[in-house]
Structure formats: C-alpha cells, structure tokens
C-alpha cells in the first residue's frame, strides 16, 4: 500500500514539474518579473500599475507620446489591459498624424495596440469617457488608423491640409 502511495506521489509531482516547463516556455518570460506578472494573468488577478497608468496620461496630454507609450508599457506589462491599450493606440496615432503625411511604421503600430485592445474586450466594443480626445471608440480609432496606412488618391488633396487632428 505505502509503495502504491510513493508511486501515485512521484507521478504527480512528474507531472506537475512537466506542466510548469511547458508552461514556462508557452509564455517565454525573459525575466523574473515577467514570470509573475504571466502568472498574474493565468489566476485571474493582473491589474494595472494605476498611478503609472495616470503618469502615462499625464505625458499624453502634454503631447509626449513616445514617453507616454514607455510609462503605460512599466503600467500593463503583460497588454492586458483594454484601456491602457487604447491609449497606447492613439499615442501611435498621434504622434504619426502629419498634415502633409503619416508615419506609416507608428500608425501599424497603433493598429496592432488597438486590435489588440478590440480582443480584449468581451463583446469587441470599447470605448473611452475622456473629454479631452476627439475618438472615443476603439472602432474610430482604428478606421482612422487604417486610412491613414492605405494609399488613395485622397492623399494628393490639398484641402488635407487644413484639417484638424483627433
């Protein structure tokens, strides 16, 4: 009886120690922090760094997006959350809005920040209670953001020139 329990014993643990290796390279962490914060994520309980998140606005709103960008990424290490990902959206739009052109390299980015804010939203519909931005929705922001990529021959007109940015 007791051999049958030793038995029973080691295979669990084996099985155990095989599920955190396959774990650990599912998620490929590159530091340690990185391990607790994908562990974080697994339980159910990341939250974002709040007052990082405020700092981050902060810089947004003085337009100092790429500063912005680096505060929000220490604030939602694991791109989790919709809110934070939104904002580093429409910091990649901002900042590649141009009168005469846009960055095309930041606006995919920016599209890659706001699909992936799309995703993390349950029903695909987000939208931000913010005065002070004229794109509420992450569906907005990403037409914006996919028109300023694609090239059409609305781009050679010179009224485009007085247009505002959002």
């Known amino acids: 009886m007791q051999q049958k329990l030793i038995q029973i014993a080691g295979i669990t643990w084996t099985l155990i120690y095989a599920g955190i290796i396959v774990w650990i390279y599912?998620?490929?962490p590159r530091?340690?922090?990185?391990v607790t914060?994908?562990?974080r994520v697994a339980a159910g309980i990341y939250e974002v760094n709040q007052e990082k998140f405020d700092n981050g606005l902060e810089f947004f709103r003085r337009d100092q997006f790429r500063a912005a960008r680096d505060v929000w990424a220490s604030a939602d290490p694991a791109q989790q959350d919709p809110r934070t990902q939104f904002y580093v959206?429409?910091?990649f739009y901002r900042e590649g809005w141009g009168r005469v052109y846009y960055d095309d390299?930041?606006?995919k980015q920016?599209?890659?920040a706001v699909n992936r804010a799309i995703s993390l939203t349950p029903n695909g519909i987000l939208t931000v209670d913010d005065p002070s931005l004229q794109m509420h929705s992450a569906a907005e922001l990403k037409t914006e953001l996919e028109q300023g990529i694609e090239r059409s021959w609305k781009d050679l007109n010179p009224l485009k020139l007085f247009r505002e940015r959002k």
């Open 110 to 112: 920016g599209l890659e």
């Open 105 to 107: 390299a930041l606006f």
């Open 26 to 28: 599912a998620t490929e």
């Open 37 to 39: 914060t994908n562990t």
């Open 31 to 34: 530091s340690f922090s990185e």
């Open 89 to 91: 959206a429409y910091a």
